[in-house]
């Protein structure tokens, strides 16, 4: 147990560095993520497509992410009506138990726990995951919101993520056998690599911004059940029949076990719905994990 804890800890000694430097120095967090968002990780993701063979693999990675986003927000959802909650709390819920942390998170502790070849299944999935929020994850901002947002500016939204433009550029230069110079991709690897400490220091400036308020307990318990306890026996059931290798499996278990999200929060700021329910749920939630994670690792024989 103590070895799996270990496996968690440097990832919660990272966050913790970016909390304190964050109380401390009171950093300027959206330079930051903009440096992370927009050069380290698209590169990131670019040396990833480009250097793993395009399989179905992701095309079945995409499918059964998008079956266990139905079936938690179905879960949600009734836990949800079942209390006589609003359309608000509804929403702010949902952007708490669909979306996991794969980036910030997942990322890493799928690295440090089994190895560089799982790591390039999670960057895929974290992938993956962003095109997910963008799309359904606005959708659901937008109806606590009461706004009104089509399904083209939804879509639009993708295009505005700029992993989506690296994850195309290595699919394309890949598919089209295009080369690139030795020195020129150990530079890219070299910076793109730079983007998981990064996002991971990021994650606990954030953290370091949440203010204390008060919430609702059945809002906060539904978001802590279905995401760090339903939503990796749900994966762990759905890995059964996915045509894919262990260690994808392996892999897409293990990210459905990470905590909120922190792009959640972004969204629940950015359309006013119920966004200190959100933070304080990615909160307690990545506290939480430090007792899941282990025992998911142990379930799953790592």
């Known amino acids: 147990m103590m070895q799996l804890v270990m496996i968690v800890l440097p990832v919660f000694l990272i966050f913790a560095t970016g909390y304190i430097a964050q109380k401390l120095l009171h950093m300027d967090i959206k330079s930051i993520s903009a440096l992370s968002l927009y050069i380290l990780l698209p590169l990131l993701t670019f040396d990833t497509f480009y250097s793993n063979a395009i399989t179905v693999d992701y095309l079945y990675l995409f499918i059964f992410s998008l079956i266990i986003t139905i079936i938690l927000a179905g879960v949600t959802v009734f836990?949800?009506?079942?209390?006589?909650?609003g359309k608000e709390d509804i929403s702010?819920?949902?952007?708490?138990?669909?979306?996991?942390?794969s980036g910030n998170y997942g990322s890493p502790v799928v690295l440090f726990a089994i190895g560089a070849t799982a790591f390039d299944y999670a960057i895929?999935?974290?992938?993956?995951?962003?095109?997910?929020?963008?799309?359904?994850?606005?959708?659901?901002a937008s109806f606590g919101n009461g706004a009104t947002i089509s399904a083209k500016e939804a879509l639009a939204s993708i295009f505005r993520i700029p992993v989506i433009y690296g994850a195309l550029a290595g699919v394309l230069l890949q598919l089209g056998n295009v080369g690139i110079d030795d020195k020129l991709m150990e530079?890219?690897?070299?910076?793109?690599?730079?983007?998981?400490?990064?996002?991971?220091?990021?994650?606990?400036?954030?953290?370091?911004?949440?203010?204390?308020?008060?919430?609702?307990?059945?809002?906060?318990?539904?978001?802590?059940?279905?995401?760090?306890?339903?939503?990796?026996?749900?994966?762990?059931?759905?890995?059964?029949?996915?045509?894919?290798?262990?260690?994808?499996?392996?892999?897409?278990?293990?990210?459905?076990?990470?905590?909120?999200?922190?792009?959640?929060?972004?969204l629940a700021v950015q359309f006013n719905v119920k966004p200190n329910l959100v933070s304080f749920s990615t909160l307690v939630t990545t506290l939480i994990s430090l007792i899941t994670i282990p025992i998911c690792l142990i379930l799953l024989g790592i």
């Open 79 to 85: 836990i949800g009506l079942f209390m006589k909650s």
């Open 187 to 266: 530079i890219i690897q070299m910076t793109g690599n730079a983007a998981i400490p990064v996002v991971m220091l990021i994650l606990g400036m954030q953290l370091a911004q949440i203010t204390k308020e008060k919430f609702e307990v059945k809002d906060i318990t539904t978001v802590v059940v279905v995401r760090m306890l339903i939503s990796p026996v749900v994966a762990a059931i759905l890995v059964l029949f996915m045509p894919v290798d262990e260690t994808m499996k392996l892999v897409f278990i293990i990210l459905n076990a990470m905590p909120v999200a922190a792009n959640s929060t972004m």
């Open 92 to 101: 702010a819920m949902l952007l708490g138990t669909l979306f996991p942390n």
């Open 124 to 140: 895929v999935l974290m992938v993956l995951h962003g095109f997910i929020i963008s799309t359904v994850g606005i959708f659901i």
